[in-house]
């Protein structure tokens, strides 16, 4: 109503009031207005992003709802209810996917107002026991896992000595999918650029940095900016949508600075494609991630890249683009705080999906594991076009 | 710690390990954080208590049944315990329906969401916990609609809108959620499953759904609606019109209601809130904007077109940017969040009345609104009509004075309205139901003879009274 004001309709309505009811509101509308804190706001929204939000649809219980947490985020910092670990459990209960922003009249992201929350809770070492494991290992290794006998797959590594691209393979791809950092670098280098793959195990920080362990956020941050601007890379190829997002924004706005030109593997094929007459008779559908979509701002590139293959029909699910449905991957504290529930949103995507396609193609190696879990027929972009390439794509 | 304003029981600890036994404890919860998220729905008086801490009631537990066994075990148990017993849709009712006045427990049925449609008798089977605006993107997205679109969509459930009597913007050619329905399945006192089937019409005995239908949680536990569907519109036509003043705006809209056209949408709106929704329009200004959307068979909608045109014959034609600007922010709900800290309350009435009382009704109720101190706006809009009158949607804010407190000021809002609307012979809900805010006037309005047989249709169900104990006065 605020715009009404502002679009001065409101001065109308208000005429019929009397003189000291107007102006102690028109003192309000201007002054105090601006003080409602965002936090307050949402949490006396009547839940209007719910039907998008994954946690909320699947868990189906109103504490973990966007509004939800945000009552509760209220009620902890107001103190009107104890900071203890149960009482704030519910602001673990988010995939920090934002798709809450897409349908929210504030443009607010659930995630974004609750993390500094979890930021203060995890100084005072208040945080869901589960996630204590992971806190460890984050603290010794500078990653989710302890991946110090994983090395990439490369194996004409030592022959490249100029090295346009970095690729940063990232904590699941080297715990899960090592072997593709091969395959990658080969596609890479079939679009023209020579490539060295970051051999070390420092994740990106993103999960540090959702969890609201800033200062370990940078701590591995800026290690890992050193390590990666020593290779004096033009371009830093990543294959996780976190990792990017973390490279572009989240280091920019802790003033860590990564010099070159950041590219999801996604994005980097989009531009480079134009050169391959690729085809393929199959039906595939997509699994747009959030991160992309929303915080990326690319919505529609999988799609985009999809569509350029001939022969390939695309089936888009009832969820995609902006309006993409989040799965929790392993690089998402609710995977270590509820499996359960972890398990169930993905089991719900992974039906939509099938109900289209027997091929899903994923833009993030966190979603193939989740996918391949449950048994679904699943491909990670990049593979998907080195098979295509190869000739290798199966015709269904 | 967090008060309660509202609570009326004792509390009753020991019913959780119990539930916990019967259902399983991964389905039953006693957190606090989950006491507080289901001791309110979106009554907007309660938020102001919301704000410093203060919650209406707060249950002894909260249950997530999974299907409809564990909802018959607990309707089972509740009965058995003497325990109330409050439903949980979206929570977005408005007048403390879901409220759990007298504590025990509450049952969110949210996980009862599958969507099954039939394509070839045009229903959708789907559970009562469904979300409205997924149920439409689903049915879209195989080439359907439901054409039920409350301003709530996003949040509220089918369970919600069948026990609320709900209504959608598209009203005017889908109907209500009564027109709707053609059949359920229904827990009931003492545990049993009532099933009615999905039959285009049955005049087989009482049609019991109707027992169902704004029975606010009352008289059964909903786990599944089937729902009439239809095709995805073909096409749709966006018109609008400014009139001189309302009169003649619910003439123009009296005449197609009459005509057997059937617009989906037709929206008017007083004086003010033309302001809003025609800001584009300069000469819209001081009269009285109409919006109307077409939608459906392209022929058929052309031909209705001429008849809205005729209509509004001696209405300005103001194209489709009023219509489109509505399709836009109209889910754009930020009332609640840009007042309520700022100490103004903000609610909406929306009653019923025929064509020949309408305009004098809005006319007194404007003034009722208005002749309580520390009012700032009140205004209003039509957006379901009948052949035979008119739902008003009244809207109102005030800032209390410092002789008043926000809860005095509201509830003297609300016994004005309420008051002025009887004295009219009107209805005093058309779709947000009764729940708590209006139960005292549920007697006077439907009249002694039905509310006694109301509350004797109550006991005859639930005899110990233990769904939703306290809703509807009953
Ligand atoms: C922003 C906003 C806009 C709105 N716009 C509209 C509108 O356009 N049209 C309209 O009609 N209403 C509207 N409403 C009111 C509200 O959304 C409706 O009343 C809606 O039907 C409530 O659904 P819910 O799922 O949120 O129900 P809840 O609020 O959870 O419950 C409502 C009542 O039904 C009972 N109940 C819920 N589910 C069940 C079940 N499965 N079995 C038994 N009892 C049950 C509850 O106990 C309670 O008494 C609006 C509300 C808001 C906040
Ligand atoms: S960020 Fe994602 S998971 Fe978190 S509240 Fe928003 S929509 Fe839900
Ligand atoms: S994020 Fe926006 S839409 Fe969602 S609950 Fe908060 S204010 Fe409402």
New interface residues.
């Given amino acids: ?2 715009e ?1 004001f502002k ?4 001065l ?3 005429k ?3 003189l ?3 102006l ?2 028109i003192k ?2 201007i002054v ?2 601006s003080k ?1 804190d965002n936090l ?12 998008a939000c994954p946690v909320s ?1 699947v868990h ?4 973990t709802s966007p509004s ?1 947490k945000s ?2 985020a209220l ?1 902890l910092k ?1 103190n ?2 104890e900071k203890n670990e ?2 704030i ?2 602001l673990y209960y988010c995939l920090a996917c934002d798709s809450c922003s897409v ?1 929210c ?2 443009n607010f992201s659930v995630n974004e107002l609750i993390r500094p929350l979890r930021e203060n809770y995890y100084k005072l070492a208040i945080y869901p026991q589960e996630l204590r494991e992971l806190i460890t290992m984050l603290k010794e290794f500078k990653c989710i896992y302890n991946l110090s006998n994983k090395k990439p797959d490369i194996k004409n590594e030592e022959n490249i000595n100029i090295h346009e691209a970095l690729l940063y393979p990232g904590c699941i791809m080297m715990k899960y999918y090592p072997n593709n950092t091969n395959v990658l670098s080969k596609l890479l280098e079939i679009m023209d650029l020579s490539v060295k793959v970051f051999s070390e195990m420092i994740d990106c920080g993103f999960l540090a940095y959702e969890l609201g362990a800033h200062e370990l956020f940078l701590e591995i941050a800026s290690e890992l900016a050193n390590k990666i601007n020593s290779y004096n890379a033009k371009y830093l190829i990543t294959v996780c949508p976190e990792c990017t997002f973390t490279f572009r924004d989240v280091y920019h706005d802790f003033k860590i600075k990564l010099r070159p030109k950041i590219y999801h593997i996604a994005e980097f094929i989009n531009e480079r494609m134009e050169g391959f007459a690729l085809k393929q008779n199959l039906k595939v559908t997509i699994h747009d991630s959030s991160t992309l979509a929303i915080k990326l701002k690319k919505p529609n590139l999988l799609n985009d890249i999809l569509k350029r293959i001939e022969g390939l029909e695309v089936i888009l699910p ?2 995609y683009g902006l ?1 993409t449905f989040e799965i929790v991957g392993e690089n998402s504290f609710l995977y270590w705080v509820d499996r ?1 529930l972890a398990y169930e949103i993905n089991k719900e995507r992974g039906e939509e999906l099938s109900k289209f396609a027997n091929n899903i193609i994923v833009a993030s190696f966190a979603a193939k594991k989740s996918f391949e879990d449950l048994g679904y027929g699943v491909k990670e972009i990049s593979e998907f076009i080195w098979d295509l390439i190869n000739g290798l794509g199966e015709s269904k | 710690m967090v008060k309660e304003v509202m609570r009326k029981a004792p509390k009753r600890p020991e019913i959780v390990e119990e539930l916990k036994k019967l259902i399983g404890s991964r389905k039953v919860s006693n957190n606090l954080t989950d006491l507080i998220s289901y001791s309110h729905d979106y009554w907007p008086i309660t938020f102001t208590w919301l704000l410093n801490g203060s919650l209406p009631a707060l249950p002894d537990v909260v249950v997530f049944p999974e299907d409809a066994r564990d909802v018959i075990q607990v309707v089972k148990f509740a009965y058995n315990n003497d325990v109330p017993l409050y439903v949980y849709g979206g929570g977005s009712g408005v007048l403390g329906g879901a409220v759990p006045e007298y504590g025990g427990i509450v049952m969110d049925i949210k996980k009862f969401r599958e969507i099954k449609i039939n394509d070839i008798d045009m229903y959708v089977e789907v559970g009562a916990g469904a979300n409205g605006m997924i149920l439409e993107e689903f049915l879209n997205r195989h080439g359907f609609t439901l054409g039920h679109f409350p301003q709530s969509l996003y949040t509220s459930t089918v369970g919600g809108w069948i026990n609320t009597k709900a209504i959608g913007q598209f009203s005017v050619k889908y109907g209500g959620i009564e027109d709707m329905l053609l059949g359920l399945e229904v827990v009931i006192p003492p545990g049993e499953l009532l099933e009615i089937k999905p039959n285009p019409r049955a005049a087989v005995g009482l049609d019991l759904k109707q027992l169902f239908i704004e029975s606010e949680g009352l008289f059964g536990v909903l786990t599944k609606a089937y729902l009439k569907i239809w095709p995805y519109p073909e096409k749709r036509i966006l018109l609008s019109y400014v009139s001189d003043n309302l009169e003649d705006a619910l003439k123009s809209v009296r005449e197609i209601m009459l005509s057997g056209a059937k617009p989906a949408v037709i929206r008017v709106y007083d004086k003010i809130e033309t302001l809003k929704w025609f800001h584009m329009i300069k000469k819209a200004k001081g009269k009285v904007g109409t919006i109307i959307i077409l939608e459906g068979d392209e022929d058929l909608i052309e031909a209705e077109k001429i008849i809205v045109n005729k209509a509004f014959k001696n209405a300005l034609s103001t194209g489709e940017e009023p219509a489109k600007y509505w399709l836009e922010n109209r889910f754009n709900v930020k009332e609640i969040s840009d007042y309520l800290p700022l100490g103004i309350i903000i609610d909406t009435i929306e009653i019923s009345v025929g064509w020949s009382k309408a305009i004098e009704l809005y006319n007194d109720v404007i003034n009722a609104i208005r002749s309580v101190d520390g009012t700032l706006i009140a205004f209003a809009h039509a957006s379901h009509f009948y052949p035979q009158g008119v739902c008003f949607y009244f809207i109102f804010g005030g800032l209390p004075s410092n002789k008043s407190s926000v809860l005095d000021y509201y509830n003297d809002v609300w016994e004005s309205v309420m008051s002025t609307v009887i004295k009219h012979g009107g209805a005093i809900s058309h779709h947000h139901g009764i729940g708590r805010m209006r139960a005292n006037w549920v007697e006077k309005n439907m009249g002694k003879v039905a509310y006694h047989l109301f509350k004797k249709l109550k006991q005859c169900i639930d005899d110990k009274g233990i769904l939703n104990r306290g809703n509807m006065g009953v």
């Fill in positions: 109503m605020f009404m679009d001065k309709w409101i109308e309505a208000l019929g009031s009397s000291g009811t107007k102690s509101a309000k509308f105090d207005k409602i307050t706001k949402c949490a006396l929204c009547p839940n209007m992003c719910r039907f649809v189906a219980r109103e504490t939800g009552r509760i009620f107001k009107y209810i149960t009482n459990r519910p349908s009249p504030y009832v969820r309006n359960d």
